[in-house]
Nanobody, 124 residues
Framework: QVQLVESGGGLVQAGGSLRLSCAVSGRTFTTYSWFRQGPGKEREFVAGFNRDDGTTKYADSVKGRFTISRDNAKNTVYLQMNSLKPEDTAVYYC???????????????????WGQGTQVTVSS
């Protein structure tokens, strides 16, 4: 059974840091990505990593502040979030795509495997 389980969310002050984890079990994937959905907003791409070609991609809004990484031994994907802003407040979701592709899809419609989400709240 395939499972993606996020953890690490919480409440943090603006300027602070959090590290989200996504534990993956059941299979390995080519692409691992993080999305987020703020209150009243559409779910949006945050960051992604392609295990086969080594590509990483970030949304412009998080470039230079967030870093995606993967621990192969633990089959866990991380999102290190620094210099957090109130506008980063959202539910963060881990997503995965098993297809052998080049690069990273940023549309949520390309991902069939999702975690349950973890809440991140940044206070001003």
């Amino acid at each position: 059974q395939v499972q993606l389980v996020e953890s690490g969310g919480g409440l943090v002050q603006a300027g602070g840091s959090l590290r989200l984890s996504c534990a993956v079990s059941g299979r390995t994937f080519t692409t691992y990505s993080w999305f987020r959905q703020g209150p009243g907003k559409e779910r949006e791409f945050v960051a992604g990593f392609n295990r086969d070609d080594g590509t990483t991609k970030y949304a412009d809004s998080v470039k230079g502040r967030f870093t995606i990484s993967r621990d192969n031994a633990k089959n866990t994907v991380y999102l290190q979030m620094n210099s957090l802003k109130p506008e980063d407040t959202a539910v963060y979701y881990c997503a995965a795509d098993p297809r052998l592709v080049l690069g990273i899809f940023t549309s949520r419609t390309n991902y069939n495997y999702w975690g349950q989400g973890t809440q991140v709240t940044v206070s001003s």
